[in-house]
């Protein structure tokens, strides 16, 4: 069975870094493609950025290109975000989720990640 636990989250300034992590228990984590999402109060789920099994190739969504990094160690069985130049709009809880495993296709859309967590709350005050 497939568990996804986020940390990292927190308390920033505007322009401050955090690096959230998300770990894999289960069997085959280099087999999942990966993926992070938000959701800011009173908003809807929103993608921010995906990676497929082997890390070779990663998706953003336009806002954080350039100041997001997404990756993966599968020695680890773990997904990380690295967040610099934060800005008051990133304020949200953050999800990591996987697909099914050996679903190959990198993608944006929440309908196509059946595993999630139970997110983690990144707040960046002005």
């Known amino acids: 069975q497939v568990q996804l636990v986020e940390s990292g989250g927190g308390l920033v300034q505007t322009g401050g870094s955090l690096r959230l992590s998300c770990a894999f228990s289960g069997f085959g984590f280099s087999n999942y493609g990966m993926g992070w999402f938000r959701r800011a109060p009173g908003k809807e789920l929103e993608f921010v950025s995906a990676i497929t099994w082997s890390g070779a190739t990663a998706e953003y969504v336009d806002s954080a290109k350039g100041r997001f990094t997404i990756s993966r160690d599968n020695s680890k069985n773990t997904m990380y975000l690295q967040m610099n130049s934060l800005k008051s709009d990133d304020t949200a809880v953050y999800f990591c989720?996987?697909?099914?495993?050996?679903?190959?296709?990198?993608?944006?859309?929440?309908?196509?990640?059946?595993?999630w967590g139970q997110g983690t709350q990144v707040t960046v005050s002005s």
């Open positions: 989720a996987a697909t099914a495993r050996y679903y190959s296709t990198i993608t944006s859309k929440s309908g196509d990640y059946i595993h």
